[in-house]
């Protein structure tokens, strides 16, 4: 058996050890050299050393095992800097035990990984024909990868020659922004939104009366109340109540000229650029999204390219509707659609508006300067823009934040709340 702690590619391959290469040399030096003395037993140690090394070759080739793999991420949707458990399940399909095999996980990502035995699996029941194995990732991005093949390599019983083969498929990680928790006191809060101003719009009357009404063809028993029901003498069911949450918009630039640290991506599929200002503008955007959504606003998101972000669900989804938006994050990526302008802004936008730009051209400065309606709020978080177009945004009222992709993203927060020149909303 070849040693556990060698390397294991991606590539298949079969070819002799270094036993294995000794053996073949000797064989074929004693050969010569017994044609040479005229010595037979000298032709027959060589002629045996030949049919050693190169059966060896032939028997691993032959013991080449048939696996099925199947692959478990837990969870299955994963934080950046988190820890991924992976299970595998290896089914052998062949009709013969499989050899003792070293086997790792290929990945996108280099990562340390130390290459794991694997007993051989026999045949019978499916039981014994299926071992599980299992081992740990910690995606350090975020984004879709590709994880796999599983990688195996194996050796003949004389150790002449080993075999290196990529089996299975490849699975897809889905790794979402790390979300970093957004002090309170931020500009939102100084203008007095969020939970506090939900406006009720009911009728004056008791608690029952508030929240009930007449029984109508068609509601369910279960919203039956029975005490208000009892009280006015006939069926009376449990009413919504109907409150307005109070909007906010965020923009953000998904295009890659906005972007000049973008460089070609190796690592996430399908391949992309990548940017650590663009980076630092997601994380920004999912902690931002999911802070005033759980302050009490109803967030909305304008990209200055293709649309690909989920919007955040609704409340009675309950803890989870958010959960389709970080999805959509991990997929998120920089587009180069010169030729495509950017959606118009709705002409009922309202609320506070955040913007999240590197350094945008002159059409998406103007798309993302229309996105905030005269007296709102206006914050701007900016990475490396020119200072020219950073003006056009003093001038129009926007309150500018300068940060950095290595930035904390709760500082970047606290500076919008105290930098001089803030621009107070309506509310």
Not at 379 to 406: H, K, N, S, Y
């Amino acid at each position: 058996m070849t040693d556990p702690a060698s390397s294991l590619r991606r590539r298949g391959s079969l070819r002799p050890t270094v036993r294995g290469w000794v053996t073949l040399v000797v064989g074929v030096a004693l050969v010569v050299l017994a044609y040479v003395v005229g010595r037979h037993e000298l032709l027959v140690a060589g002629l045996f050393a030949l049919l050693l090394s190169l059966g060896g070759l032939l028997v691993a080739r032959l013991r080449r095992p048939k696996l099925d793999v199947v692959r478990l991420f837990s969870p299955p949707v994963v934080s950046v800097g988190s820890v991924v458990q992976v299970t595998l399940r290896v089914r052998n399909r062949g009709s013969a035990a499989t050899p003792t095999l070293s086997w790792n996980d290929a990945l996108p990502w280099r990562e340390t990984q130390q290459p794991q035995r694997l007993a051989p699996i026999r045949t019978g029941s499916s039981t014994a024909r299926t071992a599980t194995l299992g081992h740990e990732l910690h995606p350090h991005r975020r984004g879709l990868f590709g994880v796999g093949p599983l990688v195996v390599e194996y050796a003949d019983p004389f150790g002449m020659a080993r075999a290196l083969i990529a089996v299975g498929g490849i699975d897809r990680l889905t790794v979402v922004p790390a979300l970093a928790a957004l002090p309170d006191g931020g500009p939102v809060l100084i203008d007095g939104d969020g939970a506090a101003q939900l406006v009720q719009r009911r009728a004056t009357g008791n608690d029952d009366d508030l929240t009930t009404r007449e029984y109508r063809f068609g509601d369910a028993l279960r919203r039956v109340h029975w005490r208000a029901s009892a009280r006015h003498g006939e069926l009376m069911v449990r009413q919504e109540e109907h409150r307005s949450h109070p909007d906010a918009r965020i923009v953000i630039d998904t295009r890659v000229s906005g972007y000049p640290d973008a460089r070609p991506d190796t690592e996430t599929w399908p391949r992309t650029a990548h940017s650590e200002n663009f980076e630092w503008a997601v994380r920004m955007l999912a902690s931002l999204a999911v802070h005033l959504d759980t302050s009490g606003f109803r967030v909305g998101i304008a990209e200055s390219g293709a649309a690909q972000i989920d919007a955040i669900g609704e409340r009675w989804e309950g803890g989870l509707r958010a959960e389709s938006f970080l999805t959509s994050l991990a997929a998120l990526r920089l587009l180069d659609r010169r030729g495509d302008a950017p959606a118009p802004a709705p002409v009922d936008a309202a609320g506070p508006t955040f913007a999240i730009l590197g350094d945008p051209d002159e059409e998406v400065a103007d798309w993302v300067l229309h996105q905030r309606r005269p007296g709102q709020s206006g914050v701007a978080f900016l990475l490396g823009m020119r200072a020219a177009t950073r003006d056009r945004f003093v001038d129009a009222g926007w309150q500018c934040i300068d940060v950095m992709p290595f930035d904390d993203l709760a500082d970047a927060w606290r500076a919008s709340a105290t930098e001089a020149g803030y621009v107070r909303g309506a509310y």
